[in-house]
């Protein structure tokens, strides 16, 4: 069974900055890509920012130069660090990890969600 626990999320000013991390738990034999998405409240969820499987980070135009992704292997945890952010950020920010846990086949997993809320 694998879980991803997220934690970090609140309410910020505009200008302000959050960390959310999200935490892999459970058999893996191997986690492929790690992303962050949002969804805000009437719009559909969004990508955000992730890891590709070679390891490379990628972003939203939305977030480049705000935004950034990190991760700890040895925790099996990846991070989201927000700076500048602004009150369209406002969302609930969900991880999900592409992960090889003795399925057949890798497949996605989700977090429970983080709420952002970013005052102006």
């Known amino acids: 069974q694998v879980q991803l626990v997220e934690s970090g999320g609140g309410l910020v000013q505009a200008g302000g900055s959050l960390r959310l991390a999200c935490a892999v738990s459970?058999?893996?034999?191997?986690?492929?890509?790690m992303r962050w998405y949002r969804q805000a409240p009437g719009k559909q969820r969004e990508w955000v920012a992730g890891?590709?499987?070679?390891?490379?980070?990628s972003y939203a135009d939305s977030v480049k130069a705000r935004f950034t992704i990190s991760r700890d292997n040895a925790k099996n945890t990846v991070y989201l660090q927000m700076n500048n952010l602004k009150p369209e950020d406002t969302a609930v920010y969900y991880c999900?990890?592409?992960?090889?846990?003795?399925?057949?086949?890798?497949?996605?997993?989700w977090g429970q969600g983080s709420q952002v809320t970013v005052s102006s």
């Open positions: 999900c990890a592409n992960i090889l846990s003795g399925s057949l086949a890798p497949r996605d997993y």
């Open positions: 890891f590709t499987i070679s390891g490379s980070t």
């Open positions: 459970g058999t893996i034999f191997r986690i492929n890509t």
